[in-house]
Nanobody
């Protein structure tokens, strides 16, 4: 059974940084693409970042390009989201997700993912 557990969220001032982690339990972490999404209060969940199965390709939402970096450590079965220059509009619950497609590329749509974590809250104060 696949399980994803996010950590690293918290309260930070605008301009600060946080690093989110998502620990994967299950088989064959290293062959699946992963993604990060977020949902702010009163808004729909939106794409943030994605990384392909090997870590060689990443994609980002325009709103976070140049500020966020997605990476993965396959031996540790963990994916990371380094968030720098945080803004109040980054405040949201952040989720990691796993694609069910082996050796896949990067995916930006929710329905391309089959397993989700419980989310971690990121709050950026102005």
């Amino acid at each position: 059974q696949v399980q994803l557990v996010e950590s690293g969220g918290g309260l930070v001032q605008a301009g600060g940084s946080l690093r989110l982690s998502c620990a994967f339990s299950g088989r064959a972490f290293g062959i699946y693409a992963l993604g990060w999404f977020r949902q702010a209060p009163g808004k729909e969940r939106e794409f943030v970042a994605a990384i392909n199965w090997s870590g060689s390709v990443t994609d980002y939402a325009d709103s976070v390009k140049g500020r966020f970096t997605c990476s993965r450590d396959n031996p540790k079965s963990t994916v990371y989201l380094q968030m720098n220059s945080l803004k109040p509009e980054d405040t949201a619950v952040h989720y990691c997700a796993k694609s069910p497609t082996a050796f896949g590329s990067t995916y930006m749509r929710e329905h391309d993912y089959g397993a989700w974590g419980q989310g971690t809250q990121v709050t950026v104060s102005s």
